[in-house]
């Protein structure tokens, strides 16, 4: 009750007037909860006092994410490049690889969800549609949009502590069909608590023969709520599926064979595409028979990880899209994974977009078809 859909981009989002209320998108992004990211550069003292595996991304609440914020004031890093180090903006996995699609991939992509009628949820909304996303899906609920603090530390690596429990969220049966219609691809970020709308999108998506995409998000995620997990991957309905190194070891945690080409090797058995990003290790994925491992890029000018499996994905469903190879799908995620971590936060910011095409055009990859 009380959940609208989301009005077509007016001016006051930033963005561009939507010419349907549900015009089709190649890459449809299922966020179920709108989420600002409010990422810092801070000191390992503080690091030490928040609760939880550092590197890891552990659910609190309000009281709490308003604790760190406070804390966070007086444990942070500045540099003369960037005196400012707080930044606040849309976030979320599904949100940055999205935003990334359309902003520098120049994929129509767009995403399906809700958010607040608050200033976060706003915020939100004028970021996303700013930068090309279709948010035609978007309900505008009331209540309070989603936030999260991502803490970098001085070498670059993020821990990060989201608050979604009164949080808006689009419900399992506000779903349609026609949603879903037009569309090549579904993204989707794995979480216990979401289970209900995740389900409820691949059910329809596969209605549609929409191809779907997953995220395993945390190895905290895949160790606590690993048995809901094995079930979506042995549905078959995964198609493609992304880990991380730590995520990949989880899954297979008690297992004789307990390493990345291990994990692969499992996730290849349930989805055509599987993927495991390695950070500056690279890369490796599998599809078929064949298996690729691609070299990272940009490791040495990394400021913070924050976004950079997000934005890898990115790359690779633009190269999925553009029916490149394998290992092209690869090198193209690498391009895109290394332009983010040059810079502090999830969004890649112009200059490092102009990187990642110099990178693509000497690697001899497609650049993107960008309008305007």
């Known amino acids: 009750m009380g959940a609208e859909q989301f009005p077509p981009q007016s001016a006051a989002a930033g963005g561009g007037i939507q010419k349907s209320v549900t015009s089709p998108v190649t890459i449809l992004g ?12 801070v000191d390992w003292s503080l690091l030490d006092r928040v609760p939880g595996d550092r590197g890891g991304s552990i659910p609190v609440a309000y009281d709490e994410l308003e604790h760190i914020l ?12 960037d005196p400012s180090p707080v930044k606040t903006n849309a976030g979320g996995s599904v949100a940055n690889t999205i935003r990334g699609l359309a902003s520098g991939f120049g994929v129509s992509s767009g995403v399906i969800g809700a958010c607040g009628d608050d200033e976060q949820g706003r915020l939100f909304v004028s970021n996303m549609s ?17 936030q999260c603090v991502c803490l970098v530390d001085a070498l670059g690596n993020r821990t990060m502590r989201p608050c979604l429990s009164c949080a808006v969220k689009i419900q ?11 569309s090549k691809w579904l993204v989707l970020r794995y979480a ?7 389900r409820a999108a691949i059910r329809f998506a596969k209605q549609e023969k929409v191809l779907v995409s997953l995220d395993l998000a945390s190895f905290e995620m895949v160790r606590n709520f690993k048995a809901p997990l094995m079930e979506l991957l042995k549905s078959g309905d995964i198609d493609l599926c992304f880990a991380n190194e730590d995520e990949a070891m989880e899954l297979l945690r008690g297992e004789r064979d307990c390493n990345p080409e291990a994990a692969l090797n499992f996730l290849a058995k349930h989805c055509q595409w599987a993927v495991v990003t390695l950070g500056s290790k690279g890369s490796m994925a599998k599809h078929g028979n064949e298996v690729v491992r691609v070299p990272a890029i940009g490791e040495s000018m990394a400021v913070d990880a924050t976004g950079a499996g997000d934005l890898f994905a990115s790359g690779f469903l633009y190269g999925l899209v553009k029916e490149l190879s394998l290992e092209d799908c690869c090198r193209v995620g690498s391009c895109s994974g290394g332009c983010v971590i040059r810079s502090l936060g999830g969004e890649v910011t112009l200059e490092n977009w102009q990187w990642m095409y110099k990178q693509m055009q000497i690697k001899g990859l497609p650049l993107p078809n960008l309008k305007g």
């Open 172 to 182: 399992a049966d506000e779903l349609r069909r026609d949603d879903f219609k037009g």
């Open 70 to 81: 406070n804390e966070v004031k007086t444990h942070v890093l500045s540099t003369p490049e």
């Open 30 to 41: 299922l966020q179920p909860a709108a989420l600002v990211d409010h990422v810092a550069r």
């Open 192 to 198: 216990a608590f979401n289970l209900e709308v995740i």
């Open 130 to 146: 700013s930068r090309g996303v279709n948010l035609s899906r978007l309900r505008m609920t009331k209540g309070p949009t989603g």
